[in-house]
Nanobody, 123 residues
């Protein structure tokens, strides 16, 4: 049974930082590209970042580019999202997702999802 478990969310002031983690089990982690998505209340789920199975290739949405960094540790079956210079508009539930082989910015392309972790940025 595949499980993706996010952690590290919380309440932070604008300008602060958080580091999200997503621990995977039940799949050949190093064969999967990983993605981070977020969903704010009343809005559709949106792409944040993706990283290739090897970790050598990353791609970001325009909004978090330059502030967020996605990384992975295949030995620990974990993907991370370092979020710096947080803004109130970053407030959302953040989800990690796994996609076999190449990454994608489209949620429908992903095979497995975590249950999400709440990030709230106060102004």
């Amino acid at each position: 049974q595949v499980q993706l478990v996010e952690s590290g969310g919380g309440l932070v002031q604008a300008g602060g930082s958080l580091r999200l983690s997503c621990s995977a089990s039940g799949l050949a982690f190093s064969s999967y590209a990983m993605g981070w998505f977020r969903q704010a209340p009343g809005k559709e789920r949106e792409f944040v970042a993706t990283i290739s199975w090897s970790g050598t290739s990353t791609y970001y949405a325009d909004s978090p580019k330059g502030r967020f960094t996605i990384s992975r540790d295949n030995a620990k079956n974990t993907v991370y999202l370092q979020m710096n210079s947080l803004k109130p508009e970053d407030t959302a539930v953040y989800y990690c997702a796994a996609k076999l082989r190449a990454g994608s910015r489209w949620p429908g392309d992903y095979d497995y999802w975590g249950q999400g972790t709440q990030v709230t940025v106060s102004s």
